[in-house]
């Protein structure tokens, strides 16, 4: 079975992961790797590159054509809505779901000098830090972890936000500060590999050996509670559910910002694991009668104008 992935180190290791435990399970794989719109327009911040799914469509179109079996995927960047025919046919155990600030000299957050400049893709990120902080400067960065990591180390930038999965998963420690997940509600599904298939294909059967139960509940949990306020990824939501108790119930998280992050509204509550699906569709609508649907609104209106100051 051919393996669809990006090309940037991350990927190609979580790809490497992926084909180990099929390899393991005696199923055998090759790679192919395949140019994303979000990695061919790195001059520019996310949110200007049309649609949702700027590191998916592409691997969703050569699986559609035949010319791969799996597609595997960090699961945040998966829109939640999908094409009919495609299914998520595993859901990996999740590694670090938290963010972490990483500084050129292990600076914390709260040690930062007045200005200090960050530097982030997320438009979450960047409004969680500013709530924080307000007297932080964020700046976009763009490029694969390595890229990042380098234009911090020349001193481009303060400090740099990045996924801790990120990291594990390169296998480097880099003395990297662990963010307050109730500050920084981290992205849906952060942390987490998705593998995707047909619908119906013996690709399907095969990857759901290596499914993790939990690890998809608690992804589903987090995809439900913001398909409602209909923001994708680009605008400032956060969304995180974690097993509890046991593993009979889930404490749920979710919020949904202003861009400069004055402004916000959210969820925190525990749900059964049983009906978890109705329960957290009942929070969505929470989120969207406190406001959220507005917000995710106002910021895909501001994000369209590229002369606004953001």
């Known amino acids: 079975m051919i393996i669809g992935t ?15 435990m ?22 520019r911040p996310l949110h200007e590159i049309a649609g949702v799914g700027a590191f998916v469509r592409e691997l969703d179109d050569r699986m559609f054509a035949g ?17 009919d025919g495609l299914a998520i046919a595993a859901v990996l155990k999740r590694d670090s779901p938290f963010d972490v600030l990483l500084t050129q000299d292990g600076t914390t957050l709260e040690e930062l000098p007045e200005g200090a400049i960050i530097g982030t893709t997320s ?15 964020i700046m976009d960065i763009r490029g694969n972890i390595n890229t990042r990591i380098e234009k911090l180390r020349v001193g481009k930038y303060d400090g740099i936000m990045l996924a801790e999965a990120g990291l594990e998963r390169m296998g480097w420690d880099l003395g990297a500060e662990r963010l307050d997940p109730i500050q920084f509600c981290p992205s849906a599904n952060q942390g987490t590999i998705a593998v995707v298939t047909m619908t119906g294909s013996k690709a399907e059967s095969v990857c759901s050996q290596i499914d993790h139960l939990q690890s ?20 400032p939501i956060g969304s995180f559910a974690r097993m509890v ?15 400069d992050g004055t402004y916000d509204v959210g969820i925190d509550e525990t749900i059964p694991v049983e009906g978890y699906h109705e329960y957290a569709a009942r929070l969505g609508q929470r989120l969207v009668e406190l406001g ?3 917000l995710v609104q106002d910021a895909v209106c501001r994000l369209s104008r590229p002369d606004d100051d953001i």
């Open 22 to 43: 099929l390899d393991e399970r005696g199923h055998t794989t090759t790679r192919k790797i395949i140019k994303t719109i979000g990695d061919t327009f790195t001059d």
């Open 245 to 259: 108790e046991n593993g009979t119930k889930i404490h749920v998280r979710a919020e949904v910002l202003t861009l």
């Open 292 to 294: 959220g649907k507005e």
């Open 123 to 137: 438009m979450r990120r960047r409004a969680q830090l500013l709530r924080h902080r307000p007297d932080l400067e």
């Open 6 to 20: 990006r090309g940037s180190d991350l990927a190609l290791a979580q790809a490497s992961t992926v084909s180990r």
């Open 216 to 235: 998809r509940i608690e992804t589903e949990v987090e995809r439900i509670l913001i398909t409602d306020v209909e923001g994708g990824c680009i605008v």
């Open 67 to 83: 010319e791969v079996d799996i597609a595997v995927h960090s699961m945040k960047d998966l829109p939640t809505e999908r094409p």
